[in-house]
Each structure stands twice: as structure tokens, then as C-alpha cells.
């Protein structure tokens, strides 16, 4: 069963009638992000890795994933700029879901929320897409990045050191352009166009209601 797109939240109920919701990883939940990572997959992460789930420009793409308000899955990512181009790209660096909750459409509605942030940010440099690593023995996980719009660009020989097979499907998703009209101020904030007019000396200030 397949999660509904993000909506603002980032909460869903899915077919199953669970309530599900992303969180950011910050210093008061990382111990519940080693944890599940400990679980869920092969690997021990290093401390620069739960270092660069802190820093500030990864809060909105280092998400801990929760069904019924218990903890069952995370992603994260960082940004990566080339010095020379400054071209910047998010790299997904981890993602996983407690087994007894796979196959629940958990993984689609946060990597869906993912593509949604990146898609739809305004910040500066523009993200100009998304990659990551899968090892080559996991068509599953293969399968699943491809349904939700990446496309396999390569193989990595060595890439895992320490489990095999070492090689890993290097796959990769495209940022589409904002669309005509989305700008950044000076100060990479969002500004939006509006045909209003100043309000006349002495007459009220009336609420605004928030447009999509």
C-alpha cells in the first residue's frame, strides 16, 4: 500500500489507518536514529556521519520516520557543492524502515516528502538533483528508488569496504526548474508577487490567507 504525496506537515494517514510523520534529526533524538540504524542495516556509521546529520542546512533532508508516533525508519542526507562549478547536489546517505513495518508505503511518502523539499526550495545554490548507492544484491530497494523517479547511471566497483558484494547501482534523480515566477530575495528567502495595493491611512489591516 502506497503512502498519498506529502502534504504541508509531512503527515499522512495511510490506507492501513496509521498516522504517519517526519521529524527532523536534532541532538535530543540522535540516539534514536543510531539505534534504528543499528537495526535496520549492515553497516556501522562513523561520527562524522552523525556529524553531518546535525549540521543546519541538512535539518529539512535528515528525517526520522514515525507510525503511530513510534520511531520506524530514518533518512538522511547531506549537501555536497563543487568548489570549482558550485553545482550542489543532495546525497542520500542512508535510508531504512524497520522490517515489521515494510511494505507499508513508509518509505514512499518520506522519500516522497524528500523530492518535495528539494523540488520546491528556493534556497541558493538550487539543488540540481539527488543520488545515492545501492548495493547490487538489493533489487528490492533497486525497485522501489526507481518508482519514485530515479534512474540507475552506473555502477561503483568497491564501493562497500567492509560487506559484499562491495559494488553498488549508482542512481540518481533530476531536479526539475522552479516553475516561472518562484524567486529568492537577497537573503535566499522566499518572496511572493502580489497586485496588492498599500492599505489608505487609517483603514485596517485585514487577514491574509496563505495561497499554495
Known sequence: MEAEAPKAGHES???TKSRVSLSSVDKNNIGTLRKLLSVILPV???ERFYADVLLADAEAYCKLIYCNDIPVGAVCSR???DAGTKESKLYIMTMGILAPYRSLGLGS???KSLLETASTSTAKPRLSSLYLHVQISNSDAKRFYERNGFTEVGVVEDYYKKIE??????MRWENPPLPPGAATDSADKPTAK???KPAAKGQGKGKKGKGR
Do not use: G, N, Q
Not at 165 to 170: E, I, R, S
Open 13 to 15: 494517514v495511510l490506507k
Open 44 to 46: 556501522v556509521y562513523t
Open 79 to 81: 549537501i555536497e557543492t
Open 109 to 111: 511518502f518520506a522519500i
Open 165 to 170: 558484494p562491495k559494488a553498488a547501482w549508482l
Open 194 to 196: 502580489t497586485d496588492e
